[in-house]
């Protein structure tokens, strides 16, 4: 399916990958084509995207889990719907099958571009929302539902799932910007878990490919860590949006 010399670009594409998680997020917006380029079905690409970044989401949750384990009980609210909807969502894309999910692979790829796009007015509507008093806020216990539907499209696709996850969060949990974005990562890491350990018995994981992308994602990520410092995460979040709709709009007109 891969040839040897695709390695080197399937490998370069997920340490690219791992590092714009680290700094911005969206990083499944260039290993998820390159995969796709090299031959691998879209499907199979998805999947096999999917468990070799896996590890990083270990490393997000681990770096917020003060922040995490202070909020037990939110936790266990929401990580079962985060639980069950990337398990449905991971079901679904399985039952779609190559032909269904090759077709909305373009859309799937600009709607995660659009999301990253508004990831920073998000964040600010967030900030406005938490400064805010008597802002009226639901019930903690509607925050499933939103995050359920999110889920079963983290379980689906899962590029620009952190945006949905934050923003259902702010409408419906009374908490600070910090403490929301370790839920976030929480139900990211659930979702992703989840679908992870369905896709193990699907059938389609490129094990091979799994494992070259998981060692250089972890570089990937360490590197992206290093030049947090070097780095406008702003400025790599537009350019990892521009590439998502060029990719989006070359598969659209290929198509």
């Given at each position: 399916m891969i040839e040897g010399w695709e390695y080197f670009f399937v490998a370069l594409a997920a340490a690219v990958a791992g590092a714009i998680?680290?700094?911005?997020?969206?990083?499944?917006?260039?290993?998820?084509?390159?995969?796709?380029?090299?031959?691998?079905?879209?499907?199979?690409?998805?999947?096999?995207?999917?468990?070799?970044?896996?590890?990083?989401?270990?490393?997000?949750?681990?770096?917020?889990?003060?922040?995490?384990?202070?909020?037990?009980?939110?936790?266990?609210?929401?990580?079962?719907?985060?639980?069950?909807?990337?398990?449905?969502?991971?079901?679904?894309l399985v039952l779609s099958g190559e032909k269904v999910f090759g077709a909305i692979v373009p859309y799937l790829i600009l709607l995660a571009s659009l999301l990253l796009a508004v990831q920073d007015p998000v964040r600010a509507w967030l900030i406005r929302r938490a400064a805010e008093k008597g802002h009226g806020q639901v019930s903690e216990f509607w925050s499933t539902v939103p995050i359920g539907l999110a889920s079963v499209y983290g379980g689906y696709f899962g590029a620009g799932l952190s945006v949905i996850v934050l923003a259902a969060l702010g409408l419906t949990v009374d908490?600070?910007?910090?403490?929301?974005?370790?839920?976030?990562?929480?139900?990211?890491?659930?979702?992703?878990?989840?679908?992870?350990?369905?896709f193990l018995f699907s059938g389609y994981v490129v094990w091979e490919v799994v494992l070259v992308m998981a060692v250089a994602a972890l570089v990937g990520g360490w590197l992206g860590?290093?030049?947090?410092?070097?780095?406008?995460?702003?400025?790599?979040?537009?350019?990892?949006?521009?590439?998502?709709?060029?990719?989006?709009?070359?598969?659209?007109v290929r198509g």
């Open positions: 998680n680290a700094l911005a997020g969206g990083g499944t917006l260039v290993s998820f084509p390159v995969l796709i380029a090299a031959g691998v079905p879209p499907v199979s690409s998805n999947i096999t995207n999917t468990v070799a970044l896996l590890p990083g989401y270990i490393g997000g949750t681990l770096a917020q889990w003060n922040d995490i384990k202070a909020q037990a009980k939110r936790l266990w609210l929401i990580l079962p719907a985060s639980v069950v909807g990337g398990l449905l969502g991971g079901i679904l908490e600070s910007l910090t403490k929301l974005n370790a839920l976030k990562q929480a139900v990211s890491f659930s979702v992703n878990v989840a679908a992870a350990v369905f860590g290093k030049l947090a410092g070097s780095i406008k995460p702003n400025q790599l979040r537009w350019l990892v949006v521009s590439i998502g709709v060029v990719v989006g709009i070359i598969y659209l």
